[in-house]
């Protein structure tokens, strides 16, 4: 369910693009990062860096859509929605707070994100986030340099590189338990 809530905005923004405006798919992906917020805050858990990051992202880039360039392209929406999660991805852990730590922490028990090697593993499926976020950036830069590739070369990087960050989330905490012998809800969507 986790998982779901995080790509919510994602998912949404990606069908929306072949279907309506970017400035539309933006915004509407911005709200939804809003309400994915709000739904925390209800329930009494901390906002989430990625959510209210991902707000900002899709308001910013529909802000500068409606205000300052209506004729960016597709391509170029895209790459700068990449650019922003992978900044945010990045920054996260400049910062010594790998975005998916606040979403592990709620989701185990506390004595198991006390465990030596819990803020290594979250570092570790914080990185596995920003190469797909750097990924999916290089392969639409790449398309907008060379214009001869098919866009769905594009969508190719994109759906292995998220869909590879989604398995990995899955499987590393599972390497772990075996590797180390911690428990598997020692790591984010382990349960």
């Not at 709200?31 to 910013?60: H, N, P, W, Y």
């Not at 650019?83 to 400049?94: E, R």
């Amino acid at each position: 369910m986790t998982i779901f809530l995080i790509l919510a905005p994602y998912g949404a923004y990606t069908l929306l693009m072949l279907v309506t405006s970017a400035t539309m798919s933006v915004f509407v992906a911005s709200a939804i990062c809003l309400a994915t917020v709000a739904l925390d805050v209800v329930r009494g858990r901390s906002v989430k860096t990625l959510a209210a990051g991902s707000a900002i992202v899709f308001a910013a880039i529909g802000l500068y859509l409606a205000l300052r360039d209506p004729a960016l392209g597709p391509l170029g929406v895209k790459l700068s929605v990449d650019i922003g999660i992978f900044v945010i991805s990045l920054g996260s852990m400049l910062v010594r707070r790998p975005f998916t730590l606040q979403y592990a922490v709620e989701s185990v028990p506390p004595e198991t994100a006390a465990m030596p090697g819990f803020l290594h593993a979250n570092y570790v499926i914080t990185g596995a986030w920003t190469a797909a976020a750097l990924l999916m950036a290089a392969a639409n830069l790449v398309l907008l340099y060379v214009p001869g590739l098919p866009l769905w070369s594009s969508l190719a990087v994109a759906f292995a590189a998220r869909n590879s960050a989604i398995y990995f989330t899955k499987w590393y905490p599972e390497y772990r338990q075996i590797k180390y012998g911690a428990p598997a809800s020692a790591m984010p969507n382990a349960r």
